[in-house]
């Protein structure tokens, strides 16, 4: 069982979530008094006899055995994430996709039918696609709340979603989304990677089991791997049992030191990068080179409403189509200079990538379009850089790719398409001109 506290004191009240984030799950080391959690780097644990190694393997007795099945570094990490989301216990893992994989394969067993809800991250879409149907698992899509209220089997055994969705930041309802599952007698589970418990506790909205990649705004500094599944016990049993005893998907007690590092300053950070990141969208969504910002903090946002309810605020990632399409996305993201082209999200640095060239490339076209991933989408992480520094830059970029498709299509309006790179280059070049059609809204210098 999980203790969400210091066991040497209990709070007269309720802590704040800051004060979880530093406190909860660990206290000063007995053996040493060290305040930092010590990192128990052994694969294996002595036990005192013949009898007493029998009864930690069968349960009777606690302790640990194996650092596979649990790590005394890992079980800090574990509580620490219990708390945060208010959940009984929680299981470390390897990465987010180890999470995803052993609460999938933990719960089902072949003839079980599974339903997804909107937009799913490319690797959890793969399981969805190809891992679970070889295994006789039916896998269901439905792109909204509405179509799954109507369309859901009372034989479904996993109603799966995830909120905001990558990379297009639908805001799925978790409440509605865990009525109709527990209608249907169905386990629902939450991605909340894009979220973290900080902005949104799934299961305080119903949701049975939380599932994270702690590589993202858990660990925050892009130096550690990790994934994290929370709920009850007696469904956090059975994904222990398939993700470590049967899939070996271990944390390292390297990495969930890394990680509840991260953990500590998980607020700061995530305050800091909404911030930026609903700055950053309100520019962006008047920019003419722009056709689209999805972010659910602007009012234009589909599930605005929904977000306002059930997150503290609206998240630090941003995606964005660009007219011009690929071509457009290409030399935006190759125009930056602060924001670093990379497919992770949640770390200090600002991030940016291409999801249809990246982390949704293996997806089917047809069902990578349905999705909203087209080939002019760009997905933004925003860090906790200096928003003015932030806008600037993005705006420098913004404008490089800008001119490159207006210089083509000046090009190809004069019947020049075909004339040489240094022809066009100059149209390019011209700033001056290209500021003057008042093609941008530059960013104001903040207070």
Same mark, same amino acid.
């Given at each position: ?9 209990? !709070? ?8 979880? @984030? ?7 080391? &007995? ?34 055995? +194996? ?16 708390? %945060? ?13 180890? @999470? ?14 599974? $339903?997804?809800?909107?937009? %799913? +991250?490319?690797?959890? /879409? ?10 006789g698992v039916t ?6 709340? /509405? $179509? ?14 995830? &909120? ?8 799925? *309802?978790?409440?509605?989304? $865990? ?11 939450? *991605? ?6 900080? #902005? &949104? ?21 892009? /130096? ?48 800091? @990068? ?5 700055? %950053? ?39 964005l189509d660009l007219?011009?399409?690929?071509a457009a996305a ?33 997806? !089917?076209?047809?069902?990578? #379009? ?28 913004? $404008? ?28 390019? @070049? ?6 003057? #059609? ?7 210098? #903040?207070?």
């Amino acid at each position: 069982m999980s203790t969400h506290i210091p066991p040497h004191e209990a !709070p007269c009240k309720p802590w704040g979530f800051r004060t979880l @984030a530093v406190h909860a799950g660990q206290s000063p080391d &007995t053996s040493t008094g060290a305040i930092a959690p010590p990192i128990v780097a052994t694969s294996a644990f002595a036990y005192d006899d013949f009898e007493a190694g029998e009864r930690r393997f069968n349960g009777e007795a606690p302790g640990y055995v +194996y650092s596979r099945f649990a790590n005394p570094t890992v079980a800090a990490f574990e509580r620490k994430m219990a708390a %945060l989301e208010g959940g009984e216990t929680a299981v470390g893992f390897a990465s987010g996709m180890a @999470a995803i994989s052993a609460s999938l394969l933990g719960l089902l067993k072949a003839g079980d039918v599974v $339903a997804c809800v909107g937009t %799913l +991250y490319g690797g959890t /879409d793969g399981v969805m696609r190809s891992l679970l149907p070889r295994l006789g698992v039916t896998v269901r899509h439905f792109r909204t709340v /509405d $179509a799954l209220r109507a369309g859901l089997d009372a034989g479904t055994r996993i109603v799966y979603v995830e &909120t905001p969705s990558n990379p297009t930041l639908e805001v799925m *309802d978790l409440a509605q989304v $865990a009525q109709i599952a527990r209608q249907a007698g169905a386990i629902s589970i939450a *991605d909340n990677t894009f979220s973290t418990p900080y #902005l &949104t506790r799934p299961l305080a909205l119903g949701m049975d089991v939380v599932v994270h990649s702690a590589t993202k705004f858990i660990s925050g500094h892009g /130096d550690a791997t990790g994934g994290v599944a929370v709920g009850r016990a007696e469904l956090l049993g059975p994904i222990r049992a398939a993700g470590m005893g049967q899939l070996g998907g271990c944390l390292s007690p390297h990495e969930a030191v890394m990680l509840l590092r991260g953990l500590k300053t998980l607020p700061l950070r995530v305050e800091a @990068a909404c911030t930026n990141a609903e700055a %950053l969208a309100r520019w962006l969504q008047a920019q003419p080179a722009v056709a689209r910002v999805y972010y659910p903090g602007l009012a234009t946002h589909p599930g605005h409403g929904v977000a306002a309810q059930q997150m503290r605020r609206f998240g630090a990632i941003l995606s964005l189509d660009l007219r011009g399409g690929r071509a457009a996305a290409r030399q935006f993201l190759d125009g930056l200079r602060i924001v670093t082209q990379a497919v992770s999200v949640g770390d200090v640095d600002s991030l940016a990538c291409h999801p249809a060239s990246t982390t949704h490339h293996s997806m !089917p076209e047809p069902v990578r #379009l349905d999705n909203g991933v087209s080939d002019a989408l760009v997905r933004m992480s925003v860090g906790i850089e200096d928003c003015d520094d932030l806008l600037a830059d993005v705006a420098q970029a913004l $404008a490089r790719g800008w001119s490159q498709c207006l210089a083509h299509a000046l090009a190809v309006c004069c019947g020049e398409w075909l004339a040489p790179v240094p022809r066009v280059a100059p149209l390019v @070049a011209q700033h001056e001109k290209i500021k003057a #059609l008042d093609l941008f809204t530059r960013p104001r210098r #903040l207070a």
